[in-house]
């Protein structure tokens, strides 16, 4: 069987290197751009401290406007603290009714206020669990009638002014709610009882008078996702918004308490994640952490809090606003998100770090962009999945052009794809147990899954010259590998056929004849695979052969996986082997290169000390990490 394996990765490869390339451009995508903020908790303890964070926020939004990004909207993803206000009014709104020391007309009038301050004048909101007394789904009419009544205070506040700008809307997100900026759609999933399931059941259990309130009923899961689903039959691709990502809870108590992200049915489950590996759904963006690692936030698909692999993949956590469980840190991981997306892939997100002592017009902000679309954009993530470093490629002027280096997939029903196929399902439903988890393994995006092969050790602390090797090679790689998969748009295997098995997936999704593409072409897997492989063979040429071989194993685990097809792991080779080419006739690699050798040399103790301009790089790069470390 590896001999079959192999000869038809050689036909595949061939076909890829005969084929003409595309002489067209890619089409220009609709994008929007927006600001995340979330979890402000403004009435909550320390509500001094989170009212200055979101006013840093909203001059921030304010800042960006005027420098000249076009922000299309703010997205507001709960927690605003109104677990902690008295019960809302009976004639619910009634805004600017009842007596300005009332605590709910307070709050009211504050929220209102600051939002008045935002140059963009439309924002979308979601529950958080600290919106809802005892995080109970039965108390959802608080969190909407707050909200209609900054509804009607915005309305008040532009009358009152009157050749001002027009009233800011403010619309909550919902799974069926139809909001479209351009093409793509914006829905909304209230996740902010669902960490418990005592906390909807009472009120979800399908009676009669459970679901008595249709505020209460739309509230519960089932109803949510049945709804999320119906949304998702449409053409157009959606951005979905929730307070409570899909992922492990990093905060101790909760991990012990709920290791698998939402308590909700089995089945319940299962059509979530279904609905949300819909390949419509670009992205999904989620707030509640108040983690005070910075690494946690971004995408969530390389961490150890990943759940479900295709739905960690999608996710992008913004960071809280308030100061909840970071009060003794020095440096905190509070700020606001910005993201860039088009009709299939996430092009930009930003984080923007709060401090109490920078203005809004001087921040840090960390790049948090990878290939949303799946897992699989390297250079972004350290050597064990953990954490953002920022590296920058080698290639000067930008990602080299793909559509010089690629041919377009082989066309369905085609001899090309009907040896393709043939290989996929040679690999895929041929695979020992022990092969199948060695690519379940392989799911993991990290260096360190080249240690063996490499024979020696890869680490941020101990090989600080090979990681920064590895990191500027795949922050070259990364940028054409999100342009090609965005722009061939190829569906995945299991989209297109019924397989047993598939990783990140329990149990393996159904065909879906209805969708109109996915990112399998190329592998991002395999892209991050074979070039650390050849990267790792230059540092190591005595062991190159091994190196390569495991670069080899790994994009085929992507196959056997039921992700990709052997030709989306051939393209990935030719797209590493022809940037490769470019960056090692660069200086900077060579320098860096020659480092990362005489480090694995003095690791082996075939070099007593390396050179005293490895030296000096070794130190620059430690100086960097201490700087980033809280």
């Given at each position: 069987?590896?001999i079959?394996?192999?000869?038809?990765v050689?036909?595949?490869?061939?076909?890829?290197?005969?084929?003409?390339?595309?002489?067209?451009?890619?089409?220009?995508?609709?994008?929007i751009?927006?600001?995340q903020?979330?979890?402000?908790?403004?009435?909550?303890?320390?509500?001094?401290?989170?009212?200055?964070?979101?006013?840093?926020?909203?001059?921030?939004?304010?800042?960006?406007?005027?420098?000249?990004?076009?922000?299309?909207?703010?997205?507001?993803?709960?927690d605003?603290g109104?677990?902690?206000?008295?019960?809302?009014?009976?004639?619910?709104?009634?805004?600017?009714?009842?007596?300005?020391?009332?605590?709910?007309?307070?709050?009211?009038?504050?929220?209102?206020?600051?939002?008045?301050?935002?140059?963009v004048?439309?924002?979308?909101?979601?529950?958080?669990?600290?919106?809802l007394?005892?995080?109970?789904?039965?108390d959802?009419?608080?969190?909407?009638?707050?909200?209609?009544?900054?509804?009607?205070?915005?309305?008040?506040?532009?009358?009152?002014?009157?050749?001002?700008?027009?009233?800011v809307?403010?619309?909550?997100?919902?799974?069926?709610?139809?909001?479209?900026?351009?093409?793509?759609r914006?829905?909304?999933?209230?996740?902010?009882?669902?960490?418990?399931?005592?906390?909807?059941?009472?009120?979800?259990?399908?009676?009669?008078?459970?679901?008595?309130?249709?505020?209460?009923?739309a509230a519960?899961?089932?109803?949510?996702?049945?709804?999320?689903?119906?949304?998702?039959?449409?053409?157009?691709?959606?951005?979905?918004?929730t307070?409570?990502?899909?992922?492990?809870d990093?905060?101790?108590?909760?991990?012990?308490?709920?290791?698998?992200?939402?308590?909700?049915?089995?089945?319940?489950?299962?059509?979530?994640?279904?609905?949300?590996?819909?390949?419509?759904?670009?992205?999904?963006?989620?707030?509640?952490?108040?983690?005070?690692?910075?690494?946690?936030?971004?995408?969530?698909?390389?961490?150890?809090?990943?759940?479900?692999?295709?739905?960690?993949?999608?996710?992008?956590?913004?960071?809280?606003?308030?100061?909840?469980h970071?009060?003794?840190?020095?440096v905190?991981?509070?700020?606001?998100?910005?993201?860039?997306?088009?009709?299939?892939?996430v092009t930009?997100?930003?984080?923007?770090w709060?401090?109490?002592?920078?203005?809004?017009?001087?921040?840090?902000?960390?790049?948090?962009?990878?290939?949303?679309?799946h897992?699989g954009a390297?250079?972004?993530?350290?050597?064990?999945?953990?954490?953002?470093?920022?590296?920058?490629?080698?290639?000067?002027?930008?990602?080299?052009?793909?559509?010089?280096?690629?041919?377009?997939?082989?066309?369905?029903?085609s001899?090309?794809?009907?040896?393709?196929?043939?290989a996929?399902?040679?690999?895929?439903?041929?695979?020992?147990?022990?092969?199948?988890?060695?690519?379940?393994?392989?799911?993991?995006?990290?260096?360190?899954r080249?240690s063996?092969?490499?024979?020696?050790?890869?680490?941020?602390i101990?090989t600080?010259?090979?990681?920064?090797?590895?990191?500027?090679?795949?922050?070259?790689?990364?940028?054409?590998?999100?342009?090609?998969?965005?722009?061939?748009?190829?569906?995945?295997p299991y989209?297109?056929f019924?397989?047993?098995?598939?990783?990140?997936f329990?149990?393996?999704?159904?065909?879906?004849?209805?969708?109109?593409?996915g990112?399998?072409?190329?592998s991002?897997h395999s892209t991050?695979?074979?070039?650390?492989?050849?990267?790792?063979?230059?540092?190591?040429?005595?062991?190159?052969?091994?190196?390569?071989?495991?670069?080899?194993?790994?994009?085929?685990?992507?196959?056997?996986?039921g992700?990709?097809?052997?030709?989306?792991?051939a393209?990935?080779?030719?797209?590493?082997?022809?940037?490769?080419?470019?960056?090692?006739?660069l200086?900077?690699?060579?320098?860096?290169?020659?480092?990362?050798?005489?480090?694995?040399?003095?690791?082996?103790?075939?070099?007593?000390?390396?050179?005293?301009?490895?030296?000096?790089?070794?130190?620059?790069?430690?100086?960097?990490?201490?700087?980033?470390?809280?």
């Amino acid at each position: 069987m590896a001999i079959t394996r192999r000869l038809l990765v050689c036909v595949l490869s061939a076909f890829l290197l005969s084929s003409p390339l595309l002489a067209q451009t890619p089409p220009a995508a609709s994008n929007i751009t927006f600001v995340q903020l979330t979890d402000a908790h403004l009435f909550d303890d320390d509500a001094a401290n989170n009212s200055a964070a979101l006013d840093w926020a909203i001059a921030r939004v304010n800042r960006l406007i005027a420098s000249g990004t076009a922000v299309d909207f703010v997205v507001y993803t709960g927690d605003l603290g109104l677990s902690r206000l008295p019960a809302p009014p009976r004639n619910c709104p009634a805004s600017g009714t009842r007596p300005a020391a009332d605590a709910w007309q307070l709050a009211v009038d504050t929220v209102a206020a600051r939002i008045n301050k935002l140059a963009v004048r439309r924002i979308y909101f979601l529950p958080g669990n600290n919106d809802l007394v005892r995080e109970q789904v039965g108390d959802i009419e608080r969190y909407r009638c707050f909200l209609a009544g900054v509804q009607e205070q915005l309305q008040k506040l532009a009358n009152a002014q009157a050749h001002g700008p027009a009233p800011v809307e403010v619309t909550n997100l919902g799974p069926d709610v139809a909001v479209g900026i351009h093409d793509i759609r914006l829905l909304g999933l209230n996740s902010a009882s669902l960490k418990n399931k005592e906390e909807y059941q009472p009120w979800c259990a399908g009676t009669p008078e459970a679901s008595a309130d249709p505020a209460i009923h739309a509230a519960c899961p089932q109803i949510q996702v049945e709804e999320l689903s119906n949304s998702l039959k449409g053409a157009n691709p959606a951005l979905l918004f929730t307070h409570i990502p899909y992922l492990k809870d990093p905060y101790p108590p909760r991990a012990k308490e709920l290791p698998g992200a939402w308590d909700i049915p089995g089945s319940v489950r299962t059509a979530w994640e279904q609905a949300a590996c819909d390949q419509k759904v670009v992205a999904i963006f989620a707030g509640h952490f108040h983690d005070g690692r910075r690494e946690l936030y971004g995408t969530g698909g390389r961490t150890p809090l990943q759940v479900a692999e295709c739905v960690s993949n999608k996710i992008w956590v913004a960071p809280p606003l308030a100061v909840k469980h970071q009060e003794n840190q020095t440096v905190q991981a509070r700020g606001l998100l910005v993201a860039t997306v088009a009709s299939n892939a996430v092009t930009r997100c930003d984080i923007h770090w709060y401090s109490a002592t920078d203005s809004a017009d001087k921040v840090v902000t960390t790049d948090c962009r990878q290939d949303s679309a799946h897992a699989g954009a390297p250079g972004t993530r350290d050597a064990m999945g953990k954490g953002t470093r920022q590296a920058t490629g080698y290639i000067a002027m930008g990602a080299p052009d793909f559509m010089r280096i690629l041919p377009p997939f082989p066309s369905v029903d085609s001899p090309a794809d009907a040896v393709d196929v043939a290989a996929f399902q040679q690999w895929h439903e041929h695979a020992s147990l022990t092969r199948r988890q060695l690519a379940q393994a392989d799911v993991d995006l990290s260096y360190s899954r080249f240690s063996e092969a490499f024979g020696g050790e890869i680490d941020p602390i101990k090989t600080p010259l090979l990681i920064h090797l590895l990191d500027r090679v795949e922050a070259d790689m990364s940028e054409a590998l999100n342009k090609a998969k965005a722009y061939y748009n190829r569906p995945r295997p299991y989209q297109r056929f019924p397989l047993d098995h598939v990783c990140g997936f329990d149990p393996a999704p159904k065909p879906d004849a209805t969708s109109k593409g996915g990112n399998s072409y190329p592998s991002g897997h395999s892209t991050f695979g074979w070039s650390v492989a050849v990267t790792l063979a230059e540092v190591s040429p005595g062991r190159a052969q091994t190196i390569l071989a495991r670069g080899r194993e790994y994009g085929e685990s992507r196959v056997v996986c039921g992700v990709h097809y052997p030709s989306d792991v051939a393209a990935a080779q030719l797209l590493v082997s022809s940037i490769i080419g470019q960056v090692r006739s660069l200086p900077e690699y060579r320098q860096d290169l020659s480092c990362a050798q005489e480090e694995h040399a003095m690791a082996a103790q075939a070099l007593p000390e390396i050179s005293s301009e490895c030296i000096a790089l070794r130190d620059r790069l430690k100086a960097k990490t201490a700087a980033r470390e809280p």
